[in-house]
């Protein structure tokens, strides 16, 4: 009896390791890993690489998402999968013969013969169906609008062009590096594939654990400290993912359950999870999709812009760390119980953890391509997890890692490899140039004017799109306008990035906010409102790296230092003026005033009258409030007087 009991024990591994190994995603998968590691160490033409990339990640697409149409029939669904995968795979037959051909051809003087036709407008349907089984239809449309406008822009009596024909499509989407093979898919190739991978394998070590045991031990004890928790480990977290939503379910888990043990209510607490894990997108050293693209884009070293990074990311965390702990304050919740931080793992044990992060950093730091930097760092998961015997990883968790790879990055290599199709018809048509002279005439000829309306677009795009979409589709359109107004390039980009990343918690499609939502089983509207509502605290810095680039590492070490001095005090008058409390319950007037402070000072150059002004009033105002609570600037207005106020447990949306 109990040998046979240990024998179903032995088989049941046995037979989960012998499934594993029959699906064929896992080989797909391990196909596309094999071969982007090999082209680390072996460059190929990009008319070689590219092709391969992104057709083994449409076949991914197409094996882990079956299409689910509940009106359908399931052998018809099936039968379209099918149609699906052998029409990926034929395009693959198809560009392997035609591939000597089209490496030698020159542009718009050789022939586009009817089989580029015919697998072109294939591989374009193949494409966008991927698309719509990844991220919905809302960037489908965008897609579809975009070509619309390259086939019939002659017909519209502004911003229109003579249109592309259906060869010329062919060729510019297909046959060249302009379109689906161009800059976007480079970037799935060259950068983010390596850090995807880095991502999957750190947190199947216990990387991600071990960051929200840290945020526990670090800040758990504190007034709100569950709340804090969120920040600090959507913070770490970030380090290693660049998504929004990967971060939402890593973290979330953990920290939206302690939330509400300690008080918050389902809403705030999936609030708080949806903006800190925004954040992780703007957090160097991986940061988000979006800024691989960035360093492809305008050209510059990816450390160069993780660098440039990095105090806006902080100041992010800092406004929200005092957002939440002022709301704490105010409220009385979100304080964690002392068994809830006593009962979390030792962290001491699993320090050895953290050196994958740190070979990452110290691989840049010397000037090791971004690339080899995320390779060298991945392969340092495998002997560290090895040293605890605990930590110890079997043949199943690896096979498991080159699923989760193949699946992560071809779910991210499709949506991007088609971006593709919109910039090259934006800059083929010339709409780029005209949008952004159209932009700069609407905002009256002001960067005022002009940052306000680019705000507006970004916030409005990234409701429904991806980050990296709606930063792409934003780099092209709005980033030149704000060049020809006199902001340096890498500015300009990061600003229109910044505010492409808040659209994840911006309403009525908040990605991350629905995420939340679902893990904390409340309302997905209200969840996003309270995020939107949240993000506010941050929602100015970008206006400080426009008015200074010191914020961004440009210039010396001693302009940087200031500068940074200059952004974390008004963004914690913001914070305070937003939230309403400081030691005690504040008047409107004195929120005003300090909102007024931090906006002067953050909006302000560095050094200048008005940022000394706004930064010197702020900090004396709450100096003054420190030492004398009953005090306030209400009281010095006519009719006002000095009253204390007793702190009364409101939240921040009153």
Known sequence: MDNSHDEMNVSQPMRAGWRALMDVRLWVGLVLVVFQYYILMHPQPPLVQRPIHLLLALLLVFLWRPLDLPTLPKWLTRGIDFIAIAGTIGFAVYYWLSLPRIEQRIENVDPVFFQDLFFGILFVALLIEGVRRTTGMILVWVILGFLAYGAFAYVLPVGGFRGFGLEEYVEILLLTTSGVLGVTTETSVTFVFYFIAFGVVYAAIGGGKLFIDLAIRMVGRATGGSQKVAVVGSSLMGTISGSAVANVAAVGVFTIPLMRKSGVEGNRAAATEAIASTGGQLMPPVMGVAAFVMAELIGIPYAQIALAGVIPAVAYYVALYM?????????????????????????????????????????????????????????????????????WINPRQVLEMIRDTGRQAAEIAVPIGAIGIIIAIAIQSNLALKFSSGLISVGGGTLAGSLLLIIAGCIIMGMGLPTVAAYIIGAVLYAPALQKLGVPQLTAHFFVMYYCVLSMVTPPVALAAYAAAGIARTSAWTTGWIAFQMSFVAFLIPFAFVADSALLFQGPLAGVLIASLGLFIPTGLWAVGLTGYFRRDLTWPDRILLMICGVAAIIAPTGSALWLAGNGVGVVFLALNWRYPAVSFGSLMPGGAPQPRVSQPTSIEG
């Open 323 to 391: 957002l939440v702990d002022l709301n704490a304050r105010k409220t009385g919740t979100g304080t964690l119980p002392a068994e809830a931080v006593d009962n979390v793992d030792p962290v001491l044990p699993r320090l050895h953890l953290l050196l994958p992060p740190i070979v990452l950093i110290g691989c840049m730091m010397m000037g090791y391509s971004a690339q080899t930097s995320a390779m060298y760092a991945t392969v340092s998961c495998f002997p560290v997890a090895f040293i605890r015997r605990q930590d």
